[in-house]
Every structure is written in structure tokens, then in C-alpha cells.
């Protein structure tokens, strides 16, 4: 993520001797959905807060709300907007009414390379940018971090899926957007949840199934209920932001501005290289020891699942020609990510 940071120790240490004695202590409320165990709140929230207070010399501290205590995924640009937090984890494809357009980094088939599809919506949501233009200054809201969860895999209870015709019919777990249509497109029957109410579902034999990140089985407790994985076939993945009201981010000083800024930037970095590095680590952890045994496509399905990704990405497009300028964000992020 080279376009994004290279020079926060050196921005570290000027705005470190910036602040003047007397500045205002300055305490923001963030309200996260995901649950405090997880990486992404360690890996991402964490080091986001932690970088941000380091880099004001404590002037800037933060009341964090994590597991949907001030309010649930979906309500996240509400909690903005009323003013019951002041930056808020908002994830794109929990708000698709809000944010359709920034779910492009969800859609199937992308790279497996992290950093390039955080880097791309990062940019792209900067004021000036079409992403911004289209959606984010629309709703009042301002990108600080940029995460992505990783390549989202298929892992079921009781089914081995080795071919596509294994997954007809069978009730999979997806977060919405992209990645509900990639679950259809494959002969599934998509059932949109969050992320806490997907064990429970698992449990009962509600659910057959899911598409989630293999890094974040164990943060969500997901391994017992679950006994196959599919690790050879990306189904899409999923976007989270930490974004601020446009309202309080104008009540800031510049010296308080620039902290958040660089802390977003270095917090996008660090997590997309978390997610880079752990992937293969935790596909073996959960098959060595947690008996969730991996089957490949073979080959001949993996083509089958290319073309209907491509039916994917053609039907997000068709369904946002009402909603803005989704041909050109669709171009300019494929572009962006090499793609």
C-alpha cells in the first residue's frame, strides 16, 4: 500500500512537536460492530486509536463502543448523522441503500493481494475522488481507514463441496451485496446475516453454511459447528471503513486533523498486511487442529465459477446504472487493482 503511506514516522515526529501546551484534549465516540475479540478490532480499531493517540501526544483520546453497543451494523451513518458517535466502522455492504457503488471492492474474482483493493478504495474515497463524490460527501461521511477482510471462502457443516452441483440448494451465510449475488450465481441459497448471528444459525442447523474469511473462523468462535472448507475459490470479500461525520471532522483543528489522517493511513497498512501474512497460516491451524478438512475445486469447476464471477460483475453494474457512475468506479477500480 505504497501509495498510501511512507512517511508517518517522519509526519509522527513533526506533528508531534506541532501541539501547541495548551491544545484542547479533543475525545471521540467510535462505534464498532464487531466484536472486541476479533483481529480486525486489534489489528485495525486498535492500532487506529493507538497511532492516532501517540501522534497528538495524547491530545486526541477515543470512547470505543465495539459489539454493536451503540447500534448495529446497519445503523452505523445513522450514529454518525444523529451524532450518537463520531466515527463509526462502516461497513459498504451493510448499508448498500447508503454506499452500493463502494462494494465494488467485494465483487468476485479480484486479486487475492489485500493491499491493492484497500489501497484502491482508500484513494478513491478521498474528497475529490469518485467515490467520495458519489457517496461518501453525499452522507455527510469521511474515510479515515480503509480495511478489507481477506478472500471470503466457502465452509459448510456436513458438505464437501467438490463440485458446484454440491452447493445447490444449500442455506449459505453471506453478508449482502456482491457477495449474496456470487452465492446465487453458484446455486446456493443465500441467507443475509451479520456476523453475530451466524454461530448461533450454524448451531441449530439453520444454516448449511457460509462464506467468511478463513482468518476469522476462530474470532467468531465459527470453528466447531464446521467441518469443510473450500480454500481454492475466492467468492468475493467484504469492506469495512472507519469513517467520521463531516460535521465533526470540520469542528477539528488542522493539528488534529492531520493525526487522524496519518493514523488512518498507517492502520490501513498494518491490517492489509495482516490479513496478506495470516491466510495460509490459519487455513492450516483450522485443518490441523480443528478438523475442518479443506477440498479443492478441480479445475474444470474453478472455470465454471470465472465465468459466473463475470455474470456477477456484469449484474452489479446493470443494477447501479440508476444509482451513479458505476461503470466509470467499476473501470477505475479494476484498473487501480490490476485487474
Not at 43 to 54: H, L, P, S, T
Not at 125 to 140: D, H, M, S, V
Not at 204 to 212: A, P
Not at 266 to 295: M, Q
Request: proline share 6%; net charge negative.
Amino acid at each position: 500500500m505504497k501509495t498510501i503511506i511512507r512517511t508517518t514516522t517522519v509526519l509522527a515526529a513533526l506533528l508531534g512537536t506541532a501541539f501547541p501546551a495548551h491544545a484542547e484534549k479533543v475525545t471521540l465516540t467510535f462505534a464498532d460492530w464487531q466484536i472486541p475479540t476479533a483481529s480486525t478490532t486489534r489489528e485495525g480499531a486498535g492500532v487506529f486509536m493507538d497511532k492516532a493517540r501517540e501522534l497528538s501526544n495524547g491530545e486526541i483520546d477515543f470512547k470505543y463502543f465495539p459489539a454493536e453497543q451503540l447500534g448495529k451494523a446497519g445503523e452505523m451513518v445513522r450514529l454518525a448523522q444523529t451524532g450518537v458517535a463520531d466515527i463509526v466502522n462502516l461497513a459498504p455492504a451493510y448499508v448498500t441503500d447508503r454506499f452500493p457503488l463502494t462494494t465494488v471492492s467485494e465483487l468476485p474474482g479480484l486479486p487475492l493481494d489485500i493491499c491493492k483493493l484497500t489501497s484502491a478504495i482508500y484513494d478513491m474515497a478521498q474528497p475529490g475522488g469518485a467515490l467520495y463524490e458519489a457517496e461518501f460527501k453525499p452522507n455527510g461521511m469521511r474515510l479515515l481507514f480503509s480495511g478489507n477482510l481477506g478472500p471470503y471462502s466457502l465452509l459448510t457443516t456436513k458438505v464437501a463441496v467438490d463440485s458446484l452441483d454440491k452447493l445447490s440448494g444449500l442455506k449459505i451465510r453471506t453478508a449482502g451485496g456482491p457477495m449474496e449475488m456470487s452465492a446465487k450465481e453458484l446455486g446456493a441459497n443465500p441467507i443475509r446475516m451479520t456476523g453475530s448471528e451466524t454461530l448461533p444459525s450454524l448451531s441449530r442447523g439453520t444454516l448449511d453454511g457460509l462464506l467468511w474469511p478463513i482468518p476469522l473462523v476462530k474470532d467468531w468462535s465459527l470453528q466447531d459447528p464446521l467441518n469443510h472448507m473450500t480454500p481454492n475459490v475466492s467468492v468475493g470479500s467484504f469492506a469495512v471503513t472507519y469513517s467520521i461525520s463531516e460535521r465533526v471532522w470540520e469542528k477539528l483543528s488542522p493539528e488534529h486533523q492531520k493525526v487522524l489522517i496519518e493514523a488512518g493511513k498507517f492502520a490501513s497498512e498494518s491490517y492489509c498486511d495482516f490479513v496478506n501474512r495470516t491466510w495460509e497460516e490459519a487455513k492450516n491451524d483450522l485443518a490441523e487442529n480443528h478438523g475442518i478438512t479443506p477440498t479443492d475445486l478441480p479445475e474444470s469447476e474453478v472455470a465454471k465459477t470465472k465465468e459466473r464471477f463475470d455474470s456477477v460483475h456484469q449484474k452489479w453494474l446493470s443494477g447501479l446504472k440508476s444509482r451513479g457512475p458505476a461503470q466509470a468506479i467499476h473501470e477505475e477500480f479494476m484498473k487501480r487493482v490490476g485487474s
